[in-house]
């Protein structure tokens, strides 16, 4: 047990928590999330890339709890729409809109439109309060359904037709969509050299970086091979 180490991922979501949490199962880590710890600020996610997002969000959380934060910032990029939603994903339509309205909004804006290939792209930060951070990255190519398919999942899920498995993200199992995911790539990555990572987040905290904010921290973006 002294060697377990609590890695907080910066999320509220249950679905996005579970599929974190079933690919490190079977590793040294006490997974927790925000629902675990009393209201911190909210990051406003105003990076040009996910990589700048998740970086923000991962380095400001490590900062407040004194624990290694995995954050991940993703999305969906639809080229019909230039890119968008893009980094925009979680607000794209409105703030305060549902999953199946904003769903419904982007089929709305595909109407007519022939070109219906898109992408799946996330970058996820593991940061240590100290500022530095392990950054991993994935991507999985589909097209935008003609209608929503599937209960499964969240966010764009039932619109992310995968042809491979001829199925939406929506109509899958966790066990397939992790197999194919951009999250799931991305966290097959960091799964795949997470021993080093383990070792890196130990040389990388002590017990005094524990809920100190350190101010002026600059970003460092490594990658164990």
């Not at 490190?24 to 629902?35: A, C, D, E, R, S």
């Not at 795949?192 to 002590?206: G, M």
């Amino acid at each position: 047990m002294d060697n377990l180490i609590t890695l907080v991922i910066a999320t509220r979501n249950r679905g996005k928590t579970a599929e974190i949490e079933a690919l490190l199962k079977n590793h040294p880590v006490k997974i927790k999330n925000l629902q675990d710890f009393g209201p911190i600020p909210q990051v406003e996610e105003d990076g040009n890339t996910f990589d700048e997002n998740a970086y923000k969000k991962a380095s400001f959380a490590a900062r407040v709890f004194g624990f290694p934060v995995l954050a991940d910032d993703s999305g969906l990029v639809v080229e019909a729409l230039s890119g968008a939603p893009g980094v925009f994903s979680a607000r794209y339509g409105g703030e305060n809109l549902k999953d199946e309205e904003r769903c419904i909004n982007l089929l709305n804006e595909m109407k007519n439109k022939t070109d219906r290939k898109a992408s799946f792209e996330c970058v996820i930060s593991v940061a240590v309060p100290t500022g530095n951070a392990l950054t991993y990255e994935g991507r999985c190519e589909g097209i935008i359904a003609e209608k929503q398919a599937g209960t499964n999942g969240f966010g764009y899920d039932p619109i992310f037709y995968y042809p491979l498995l001829k199925k939406t993200f929506a109509e899958m199992s966790m066990g397939e969509k992790s197999a194919v995911s951009h999250r799931g790539k991305a966290l097959n990555e960091l799964k795949n050299e997470f021993e080093k990572a383990l070792i890196w987040i130990r040389q990388n905290i002590s017990v005094q970086d524990k809920f100190k904010v350190m101010p002026g921290c600059e970003k460092t973006d490594i990658k164990i091979r």
